[in-house]
């Protein structure tokens, strides 16, 4: 994997956003730490590419620590929010396979908040985006909050295959 670009927040933000993502790549991994100020113990976050806001279907698997469940939401997870205790970050992968191929988009990724309580959650996402275009951009935005706290961190990474058809983690 090779670091594109690492964003950590020294100010609250509605979106955290990466332009002009390399067509260099084969898949996307983002590495993520967030918080959110919704007056929740937990929040996920929506993911926008090339700023397109339609065409994303996917199905959640939750747990909380009481009870599962499922839904076809359109955010992932997961992000720690306000009620949560202090100074925490929920955590999460964001896999983007094929990101510059021309057929549609899948993704999927896992995370848990991070809670000194009996709720937390943890939960997996798969989706699809139908677009066929190349992922150039992408934006997070919160699901349930207004932004992201002082803090929080996206580091994006892209994985490239070599010329002998295995994929390299250099």
Request: charged share 15%.
């Amino acid at each position: 994997m090779k670091l594109i670009e690492s964003k950590t927040l020294a100010t609250a933000a509605a979106l955290i956003e990466f332009t002009s993502i390399p067509q260099d790549g084969t898949d996307l991994v983002a590495l993520i730490s967030l918080r959110t100020n919704r007056s929740l113990q937990g929040d996920g976050f929506y993911v926008r590419f090339n700023g397109s806001q339609t065409g994303y279907t996917q199905r959640r698997l939750i747990g909380d620590g009481a009870s599962p469940s499922s839904d076809t939401g359109a955010a992932s997870l997961m992000a720690n929010a306000a009620t949560a205790t202090s100074n925490t970050f929920g955590n999460a992968q964001f896999y983007i396979p094929n990101y510059t191929g021309s057929r549609n988009k899948s993704y999927s990724n896992e995370g848990a908040s991070e809670n000194n309580a009996t709720t937390a959650y943890m939960g997996l996402n798969a989706g699809l985006w139908s677009n066929t275009a190349a992922i150039t951009s992408i934006a997070f935005s919160p699901e349930g909050g207004t932004q992201f706290e002082i803090g929080s961190i996206i580091s994006l990474y892209k994985i490239t295959k070599g010329s002998d058809g295995i994929v390299t983690t250099s």
